[in-house]
């Protein structure tokens, strides 16, 4: 069974710092292309970045480009979404998301709030 667990949301000042991570289980992460999303309140939901299974190949969305980094521990089964230089426009719920077997799987989300 796909499951995917997200944590390390909170609340954070801007220009602070923090690592988002995605366990997975029932499948091993490293093979499937995996995604972080986000959705601020009323409004889409964005993605912010992904990383290929061959390869490693990373993508990122043009508001956090140079400041988040996603990651993967192999042995952990698990993907990481570092954030860098938050602002306030970064307080979203973020979500963790593969594909496999043509079926899309979501995480329940994490909240990451950027405020003074």
């Known amino acids: 069974q796909v499951q995917l667990v997200e944590s390390g949301g909170g609340l954070v000042q801007p220009g602070g710092s923090l690592r988002l991570s995605c366990a997975a289980s029932?499948?091993?992460?490293?093979?499937?292309?995996m995604r972080w999303y986000r959705q601020a309140l009323e409004k889409e939901r964005e993605l912010v970045a992904s990383?290929?299974?061959?390869?490693?190949?990373?993508n990122y969305g043009d508001s956090v480009k140079g400041r988040f980094t996603i990651s993967r521990d192999i042995g952990k089964n698990t993907v990481y979404l570092q954030m860098n230089s938050l602002k306030p426009e970064d307080t979203a719920v973020y979500y963790c998301?593969?594909?496999?077997?043509?079926?899309?799987?979501w995480g329940q989300g994490t909240q990451v709030t950027v405020s003074s």
């Open positions: 998301n593969v594909v496999v077997s043509g079926s899309s799987y």
């Open positions: 029932g499948f091993i992460a490293a093979t499937r292309t």
């Open positions: 990383m290929t299974s061959i390869g490693g190949l990373t």
